[in-house]
């Protein structure tokens, strides 16, 4: 009984950095997919079992987040902070879905270098959340946030011309659909992980 009213701080943050760490996995497949669609399915494959193993450590999150009397960091913030988390790899299971779908077979260095930014951003998540644990490493976590803010606003920018450039020269409107879905479902990953970024600094700001 009283085993239940003891914090369970450390495994929160365990399952923060195994989500995190899901999610770079997540974001490797798709750059891997993007660089060679020789094994397409496969990779495919990976990041929808990726995902569903990620999912496993959301709810394992939020069952222990019921269960758990006294929480580390405020239980909005637990709550909110996994489920974006968890939104990020949603979405790149969407990409790799309508690659499939689409029958796409070749991408434009503007999709292969969104791809990229996703992984960064992924990483990043990563460095925060493994840091999390102690507001000793405020500082440090507070400028991860903001180069996760800066990859963003990266994502944006070859986004925007990718789309210019796309709308410009693309003569086949099949094509054209389906690149433009593309670009913005992994531009979006990038949104997310900006999203869990300002849940960390809020995170940080209450308890620094």
Not at 23 to 28: D, F, H, I, T, Y
Not at 74 to 90: A, S
Not at 92 to 114: C, F, M, N
């Amino acid at each position: 009984m009283f085993g239940r009213l003891m914090p369970n701080e450390g495994k929160f943050f365990d399952l923060f950095i195994q989500h995190g760490e899901l999610c770079v996995l997540g974001a490797k497949e798709m750059v891997a997919l993007m660089t060679n669609f020789d094994d397409l399915e496969s990779r495919v494959h990976a990041i929808e079992v990726i995902e569903k193993r990620a999912d496993k450590v959301t709810h394992a999150c939020i069952e222990l987040l019921h269960k758990t009397f006294i929480t580390p960091l405020d239980r909005d913030d637990i709550h909110q902070l996994i489920t974006r988390m968890d939104d990020i790899l949603d979405l790149l299971e969407d990409a790799g879905q309508t690659i499939s779908l689409y029958d796409i077979h070749t991408v434009t260095p503007e999709a292969k270098r969104l791809a990229e930014l996703c992984l960064a951003c992924a990483e990043k998540v990563t460095s925060a959340v493994r840091l999390l644990h102690s507001m000793d490493n405020a500082t440090e976590i507070m400028k991860i946030c903001e180069e996760i803010d800066r990859l963003e606003s990266d994502a944006d920018h070859v986004m925007r011309a990718a789309m210019s450039k796309l709308f410009r020269d693309e003569p086949d409107v099949r094509n054209l659909i389906k690149l433009k879905a593309i670009y913005e479902i992994l531009e979006t990953v990038t949104d997310r992980c900006e999203d869990v970024a300002n849940i960390i600094e809020g995170i940080v700001l209450e308890n620094a």
